[in-house]
């Protein structure tokens, strides 16, 4: 079964900026869309990025666009996050999660999340 491990995440100071990336193991990554998503203290979780299984194609919130990149490197099995010019409403728990095909959601397997803490 595909697993799926989150790295990358920590604090940092507003402007700053972030990498976050997503391992797999059980499983190869390829077939599969993968999204980010987060959840911020007291907040519903919300869809960040997505990228399709071949990566031809991504798509970001409003709130994260011109400022988030989302790649995948299938040799490798991963998939990554760049997180610049952050801001500290971009503090949350940050999860990588899975969907065999081209969609991202709903996604079927979820990492185990990493906190991303933006504040001076």
């Known amino acids: 079964q595909l697993q799926l491990v989150e790295s990358g995440g920590g604090l940092v100071q507003p402007g700053g900026s972030l990498r976050l990336s997503c391992a797999a193991s059980?499983?190869?990554?390829?077939?599969?869309?993968i999204g980010w998503f987060r959840q911020a203290p007291g907040k519903e979780r919300e869809g960040v990025s997505c990228?399709?299984?071949?990566?031809?194609?991504?798509n970001y919130a409003d709130s994260v666009k011109g400022r988030f990149t989302i790649s995948r490197d299938n040799a490798k099995n991963t998939v990554s996050l760049q997180m610049n010019s952050l801001k500290p409403e971009d503090t949350a728990v940050y999860y990588c999660?899975?969907?065999?095909?081209?969609?991202?959601?709903?996604?079927?397997?979820w990492g185990q999340g990493t906190q991303v803490t933006v504040s001076s």
């Open positions: 999660a899975a969907r065999f095909g081209s969609d991202c959601s709903p996604a079927r397997y």
């Open positions: 059980g499983g190869t990554l390829r077939y599969y869309a």
């Open positions: 990228i399709s299984s071949s990566g031809g194609s991504s």
